[in-house]
């Protein structure tokens, strides 16, 4: 008789972008059965004001497709992953409990339900844990000291994590977890989707540099995310405009935020910046190929990783990230697919933009390492961990 397959019930919040993918892959590999129960309920599902991007956002591609799921009631009265009682399911101890699953995968703790869930089942059923946090943004020694404290507690009601780079496996270690419980699982994209290997995302891009008044020729460096304080655009704002004026160089950035206004009257009359609305993900492959440097500045707190970089890679870009990054001590290779910054640090952006602009043959050559570099950062490689835990 054959043996059936091992369950594992997902716990996350919300269908995102970057998730979806992996869980169409897991049903296709069809090695174990997965059911994901999505906590924050059918509003997920809704259009939903971003505070951050400024604006109302649905993504435009399909992140419900081919995989098993069901959504939680979710009683919170201000619902969403921006608190800890955003969610909560009254029933979600029911519902995973009559799936009957082997192991349990959890993704972020801070959240009623999903912390609930980790206490309930340690010990009965193997709680695993997925997330991205790292110890990247400084703080006083005492705040430092509680945290840890903190963390310590919480973790001890995991049996194993997934981490996805160096930062994140260090903050498991500070947080009471061990070597032998921790597993690699990157974050990762669909690098097929950014990559520039089409014709079609070629074409676009070039257009989308012709609408902007860029000639074919022309150097261009890309910010695209939320332009906001934590992101720090005004440093890379900044730096552009002290090393890369009267030459063929030009600055993008793409998207919106707090500080838009700010950036657009600093920069006004400025023929060499421009400025794009918040492109949806369909949108993202043709941004990227419009560029021929990504950059990240981000000053913090609670940038975690920066899955712009993976996409940027993947479309194969050079990159220039902080070191608050959690992404910058895993993807960015320092001269060889890019430079990493000390976050806030102008003179040492500067230099990396200066190095970039005065020999378009090292951009050339890095484009080449960053898109090697992420082939090994895929949904495969995440699947197999997954299913690694369950199988063996």
Known sequence: MMESKKRLAIITTHPIQYNAPLFALLKERNLIEFKVFYTW?????????????????LWDIDLLKGYDYVFLENIAKDKGSHHFNGIDNPNIIKV???YNPHAILVYGWPLKSHYKVMRYFKGSIPVIFRGDSHLLDHSDFLKSFIKKMVLKWVYRHVDKAFYVGQSNYQYYLASGLKPNQLFFAPHAIDNQRFSADNNGIINLGEDLKASLGITKDDLVFL???KLENKKDPFILLNSFIAIAMEKKVHLV???????ESHLKASTKGNKQVHFIDFCNQSEMP???QMADVFVLPSAGPGESWGLAVNEAMANGKAIIVSDKCGCAATLAKEGVNGFVFQAGNQPMLESAIKKMIEDKSLIGK???ESKRIIADYNFTVI??????????
């Open 41 to 57: 309920g059918t509003d997920a599902l809704k259009e939903k004001y971003d505070p951050g991007f400024g604006k109302k956002i």
């Open 96 to 98: 995973i409990k009559e």
């Open 223 to 225: 910010f695209a995310g």
């Open 253 to 259: 950035f793409v998207g919106n935020g707090e500080i």
């Open 286 to 288: 043709a941004v990227y």
């Open 366 to 368: 890095m484009k080449i």
């Open 383 to 392: 699947a197999e961990a997954i299913e690694a835990q369950l199988i063996n």
